[in-house]
């Protein structure tokens, strides 16, 4: 019998924050592989006891997809555990492409990112009405190269009003600070950094693009952050949104005259 792969998106550390689905598949799957260096092994709670479990953190790439078609090849259900959501910064297209090729049938599950997690943990919302409308993931690095800068982020920033939610760039705050204020943004620029968010040693930090280097530095944290950046931080202003307005009308709901008194 044909063996299966999942790609499950494990949240952001608070083992509560799986879906319904992903424990399912974790309850079922005889091969576990997971990212012990991001994922919450608490997760494996939900795991069966006779599963085989692999801690992905100290293999390569062709190591975790050898063993993951090895096992399908056998007939097993292979549970690959990654933190987030797989499709964001999840490494996921290098795990795909070769289980494709290997003709070996898999499914992806999706997870919280870090991006929502964070703003939960905030008590923000990332949008707001007619504000904020943009919501950019982005990602900064010292030695991974990439297309573009947030040079490019901080333009669109202004430009639209965005939002901008940057992962692995805590361990450079300074870069990070440098290029977003080159890019246009003023140093009084609201910022957020939140650090494991959802886990019991959450930390959360807030400022402006003028102190927040030296506030992240203070409190050494140095990975595991993400960093949001703009209006939505702290919005100047909170303009009521369409949908539930009375006075906006819609295929549910006529519009509404309300009385002060009502």
Same mark, same amino acid.
């Given at each position: 019998? *044909?063996?299966?792969?999942?790609?499950?998106?494990?949240?952001?550390?608070?083992?509560?924050? +799986?879906?319904?689905?992903?424990?399912?598949y974790? !309850?079922?799957a005889?091969?576990?592989?997971?990212?012990?260096?991001?994922?919450?092994?608490?997760v494996?709670k939900?795991?069966?006891?006779?599963?085989?479990?692999?801690?992905?953190a !100290?293999?390569?790439?062709?190591?975790?997809?050898?063993l993951?078609i @090895?096992?399908?090849?056998?007939?097993?259900?292979?549970?690959?555990?990654?933190?987030?959501?797989?499709?964001?910064?999840?490494?996921?297209?290098?795990?795909?492409?070769? +289980?494709?090729?290997?003709?070996i049938?898999?499914?992806?599950?999706?997870?919280?990112?870090?991006?929502? *997690?964070? *703003?939960? @943990?905030?008590?923000?919302?990332?949008?707001? =009405?007619?504000?904020? @409308?943009?919501?950019?993931?982005?990602?900064?690095?010292?030695?991974?190269?990439?297309?573009?800068?947030?040079?490019d982020?901080?333009?669109?920033?202004?430009?639209?009003? *965005?939002?901008?939610?940057?992962?692995?760039?805590?361990?450079?705050?300074?870069?990070?600070v440098?290029?977003?204020?080159e890019?246009? +943004?003023?140093?009084?620029? =609201?910022?957020?950094?939140?650090?494991?968010?959802?886990w019991?040693d @959450?930390?959360?930090?807030?400022?402006?693009?003028?102190?927040?280097?030296?506030?992240?530095?203070?409190?050494?944290?140095?990975?595991d952050?993400?960093?949001?950046?703009?209006?939505?931080?702290?919005?100047?202003?909170? =303009?009521? !949104?369409?949908?539930?307005?009375?006075?906006?009308?819609?295929?549910?709901?006529?519009?509404?005259?309300?009385?002060?008194?009502?």
């Amino acid at each position: 019998m *044909a063996g299966k792969g999942v790609f499950i998106g494990a949240g952001p550390g608070d083992p509560e924050l +799986l879906t319904v689905k992903a424990v399912k598949y974790l !309850s079922q799957a005889e091969v576990v592989v997971y990212a012990g260096s991001l994922v919450n092994a608490e997760v494996l709670k939900y795991a069966r006891q006779d599963a085989e479990v692999y801690n992905s953190a !100290s293999m390569v790439t062709e190591e975790i997809v050898k063993l993951m078609i @090895q096992k399908a090849r056998e007939g097993k259900l292979v549970a690959r555990l990654k933190s987030g959501d797989p499709s964001i910064y999840g490494a996921l297209w290098e795990e795909i492409i070769p +289980l494709q090729l290997a003709g070996i049938e898999y499914e992806i599950v999706p997870g919280v990112t870090a991006a929502l *997690a964070a *703003a939960a @943990q905030l008590r923000i919302e990332l949008t707001v =009405p007619k504000r904020v @409308q943009h919501v950019v993931i982005t990602r900064a690095s010292h030695r991974v190269p990439m297309r573009g800068s947030l040079k490019d982020v901080a333009d669109f920033i202004l430009k639209t009003g *965005a939002v901008a939610v940057i992962y692995t760039g805590v361990h450079v705050i300074d870069k990070v600070v440098k290029e977003l204020e080159e890019g246009g +943004l003023s140093p009084g620029t =609201p910022v957020a950094v939140v650090y494991k968010a959802t886990w019991p040693d @959450q930390k959360i930090i807030q400022g402006t693009l003028r102190d927040i280097a030296e506030k992240v530095k203070a409190e050494r944290i140095v990975r595991d952050a993400v960093i949001i950046v703009g209006e939505s931080v702290q919005p100047p202003e909170i =303009p009521r !949104s369409a949908v539930y307005n009375p006075d906006h009308a819609h295929s549910y709901r006529p519009r509404r005259e309300l009385r002060e008194d009502a």
